[in-house]
């Protein structure tokens, strides 16, 4: 407790700061933002009421500041260079309290457009959040009464609390680093990167982009949780574009996610991965298209990476499993077998590093100000916990501090840093050896090897298909003589608890996976550190191929 107490004394004290004049410091942008969310929690939560009812039992102001240079670059030539900064304003008002409130999904569907000053203006800050909370007031009222309504008339029930008492964190400032890109350099960079598919005549498009993002964080909220944090993220992506000779698109892309201007990839890393784009594209472009198969397959860490966060941890993301119309897959199923009992899932936050690699899904506090957790979420198969924000669930009443959203919607709990360990690790020959025994004993004419993979998708809805599928962009067909071929134009599709159970053996070779997931409360960066797998059984699905002729003449010499 008593860094807490010194670090409440040093906001005290910087509230009663004047700010110098001139240039705005980062400390002085905080004085204002902190001085006006004060300012207007406090009127709010004495004054803001409506007939009958009272004024918020519970407030929660977030303001994000974002800082992004973006540089794209095409075949050796500058296509956009830019620097923009831009804040965005969250709000969250709940009315009743912590045993029934006005919390509904989707409360937060109205929008209003956000006039936040980016010179932290006093005055101008308090009425674009007066202005905000009014309006979430009047929704959280309409709410309350839509929510009360159902539950009277039996349409649902009400079991747990809808609110959980949290653990406040006091005040934690942050110090900000700079963002520190040297923006003519990644010009030069863009250029001599992109410069490469100039040797590629069949490349119809290629694109090399750098980005660089920083995000200042300040939350408060009517707990006395009061965070200022930062996010610092550099991306390189390269992507390029060819067709067949039937005129069938062909795409693929590297990207590089990492926190840290010292882990920036250098140019001969870059000029690698992009002439490897190259020559996967070419082989791609020659690949005959893959039938539909039901067989034993390998998929590599990134395609591994999809089926556990696609069939796993989304389903343990606990807010879905309040929702009547959630599909609750795994919610009556704690301390029963949902996987292999050599495997291990745990998320964790905390971490910032593996190994020498950055992690995306690092963060220290979740975006309802509470402190994140690693959660042990399967230990040997066994389902022992959920991903908990401070919406309680049958039998977790706690968060762990996983409420995470991009800023402009309502926090939910969402993976960090998913990790997957196992007790049954092989050689990659050792695992080939095992694919070739499979597809033997169960007479397949070969068996595959799932390489590369875009990404995924899942349904969790009980009206929907309780499906999830993922795009593979290199898949080879592995023959029980050893031999590969490469094919293209597949997806995998399965039902979760049916395709986890299929798993037989994984790699030593856990590798980190960055990336971004899109759900509910937007898109965020998530990390998945997963080895390769072994299944006994996937299903591939042939995916629709639209054409277009390839161009008619070749293209002018570069």
Not at 41 to 58: G, I, Q, T
């Amino acid at each position: 407790m008593k860094p807490t107490r010194l670090l409440n004394s040093m906001i005290l004290a910087f509230s009663l700061l004047p700010c110098a004049a001139g240039a705005e410091t980062v400390d002085e942008a905080s004085i204002t933002i902190f001085k006006a969310m004060e300012e207007e929690m406090a009127r709010s939560r004495e004054a803001l009421k409506v007939d009958v009812f009272e004024p918020p039992y519970f407030i929660h102001y977030q303001i994000r500041h974002q800082d992004r240079v973006a540089v794209q670059a095409s075949f050796g030539s500058l296509i956009e260079s830019r620097e923009e900064k831009h804040r965005t304003l969250f709000v969250d008002v709940r009315v009743g309290d912590k045993n029934f409130d006005s919390s509904v999904r989707g409360s937060h569907q109205y929008g209003v457009e956000q006039m936040v000053p980016l010179d932290s203006d006093y005055d101008a800050m308090r009425r674009a959040l007066w202005q905000e909370t009014d309006l979430r007031y009047k929704q959280a009222v309409m709410n309350y009464l839509k929510k009360k309504g159902r539950y009277i008339s039996g349409v649902e029930a009400h079991d747990v609390h809808d609110f959980s008492p949290g653990e406040p964190v006091g005040v934690r400032i942050e110090e900000v680093p700079e963002l520190g890109v040297d923006v003519a350099h990644w010009e030069d960079q863009a250029r001599k990167v992109s410069a490469v598919f100039k040797q590629a005549p069949g490349i119809e498009k290629s694109k090399v982009n750098l980005n660089a993002d920083r995000v200042i964080r300040h939350y408060h909220d009517s707990d006395g949780n009061k965070i200022r944090s930062t996010l610092l993220r550099y991306s390189v992506s390269l992507e390029a574009w060819t067709k067949t000779a039937a005129g069938a698109p062909i795409h693929d892309q590297e990207t590089i996610t990492i926190s840290s201007m010292k882990n920036f990839p250098s140019l001969d890393l870059l000029t690698a991965k992009a002439n490897q784009l190259i020559h996967g594209l070419r082989e791609l472009k020659d690949a005959p298209r893959a039938e539909p198969f039901v067989g034993p397959a390998i998929f590599s860490p990134d395609a591994s990476a999809v089926l556990f966060h696609e069939a796993i941890g989304h389903r343990l993301e606990a807010d879905r499993l309040r929702q009547a119309s959630d599909g609750k897959t795994f919610l009556k199923k704690v301390g029963q077998r949902i996987l292999p009992a050599f495997l291990t899932v745990v998320d964790d936050p905390r971490m910032k590093t593996y190994g020498e690699m950055d992690l995306a899904g690092h963060y220290l506090f979740d975006d309802e100000g509470q402190k994140s957790e690693k959660v042990m979420l399967v230990e040997q198969g066994v389902l022992k916990s959920f991903l908990l924000s401070r919406t309680p669930i049958q039998g977790f009443n706690k968060t762990n501090g996983h409420a995470r959203s991009d800023g402009t919607r309502l926090p939910m709990s969402r993976m960090g840093n998913i990790i997957v360990k196992s007790e049954n690790r092989l050689s990659p020959e050792a695992l080939k050896e095992k694919l070739i025994e499979e597809v033997k004993q169960q007479n397949k004419p070969y068996g595959l090897f799932v390489k590369k993979i875009l990404g995924g998708e899942t349904q969790t809805e009980a009206a929907n298909f309780q499906v999830f599928k993922g795009k593979p962009i290199y898949t080879y067909k592995v023959f029980p003589d050893g031999r590969e071929e490469l094919v293209r134009g597949v997806e995998f599709v399965g039902t979760p608890l049916s395709m986890i159970s299929k798993v037989i053996a994984t790699g030593r070779d856990e590798r980190v996976i960055n990336g971004f997931c899109g759900a509910e409360s937007g898109f965020i960066p998530v990390t998945s550190i997963t080895p390769s797998a072994l299944l006994s059984e996937v299903e591939l699905q042939s995916t629709p191929e639209n054409r277009l002729r390839p161009p008619i003449l070749p293209p002018p010499p570069l």
